[in-house]
């Protein structure tokens, strides 16, 4: 998978875009054997996931990974299925440690999210 998609964001204003997609795909996993406390599967639905990412072509592609919270893509690989039950694993309370979680991964990352706007200093 190569570490970043830059692309024309065509689906807003037009400005050239980065998408983290190996920062992203590496928070997905922590979400599933560090918050969930899960196992690593490698079933279908990982899989189709890994595929999407290595194949987007535009922003739409991103705006369709971005429309779902990452909790969602961490579940469904967990549960191997795309309509992943939440409320057998997330409460609200553990949500709001989700947003925690999210931050100190981004911070760690060096970056602000998932998604930014591109110039020179995000290589």
Not at 46 to 71: C, K, Q, S
Not at 108 to 116: A, C, G, P, R, S
Request: charged share 25%; proline share 2%; aromatic share 18%.
């Amino acid at each position: 998978m190569e570490k970043d998609f830059i692309f024309i964001d065509d689906e807003t204003d037009g400005k050239q875009r980065i998408f983290y997609r190996s920062i992203f795909y590496s928070y997905i996993i922590n979400l599933i054997t560090d918050f969930f406390d899960a196992k690593l599967e490698y079933n279908e639905t990982h899989l189709r996931f890994i595929n999407f990412l290595e194949t987007l072509e535009d922003a739409g592609d991103v705006y369709f990974l971005m429309h779902d919270m990452p909790y969602h893509w961490a579940l469904s690989i967990i549960q191997n299925t795309s309509e992943p039950n939440e409320e057998i694993m997330i409460d609200e309370n553990q949500k709001n440690n989700e947003i925690d979680f999210c931050k100190q991964f981004l911070l760690t990352n060096n970056i602000h999210f998932f998604l930014e706007e591109f110039n020179n200093s995000n290589l």
